[in-house]
């Protein structure tokens, strides 16, 4: 079980470091969650079904910042529920 979540954690650093390098580029759709904040919120989802898992991320200039990675079934995250990175920490 901990190669599988090394194998995943490993595809997902390769997923980011491609978004990172094309921001601008991103077709993820804009997650349910997007709709309560300011900032959009996109999804990935990744897996097989019945494992696909949604991983929702932020980008701020050409930094890609993961905020949760949820099991697909499970319900729409609460406002409460998200933590944003600090502005700060966004390149200029």
């Not at 901990?2 to 978004?19: E, H, K, P, S």
């Not at 890609?64 to 697909?72: I, S």
Request: aromatic fraction near 10%; glycine fraction near 6%.
């Amino acid at each position: 079980m901990a190669r599988r979540a090394d194998y995943t954690r490993g595809r997902l650093v390769q997923w980011a470091c491609r978004c990172d390098r094309k921001p601008g580029r991103v077709a993820y759709p804009l997650a349910r969650e997007s709709r309560e904040f300011d900032e959009p919120i996109r999804q990935m989802l990744y897996g097989k079904a019945p494992h696909i898992y949604r991983v929702l991320f932020i980008l701020r200039g050409n930094r890609v910042y993961v905020l949760h990675v949820r099991h697909g079934a499970r319900r729409t995250m609460e406002p409460s529920e998200l933590r944003f990175p600090a502005k700060d920490d966004a390149p200029s």
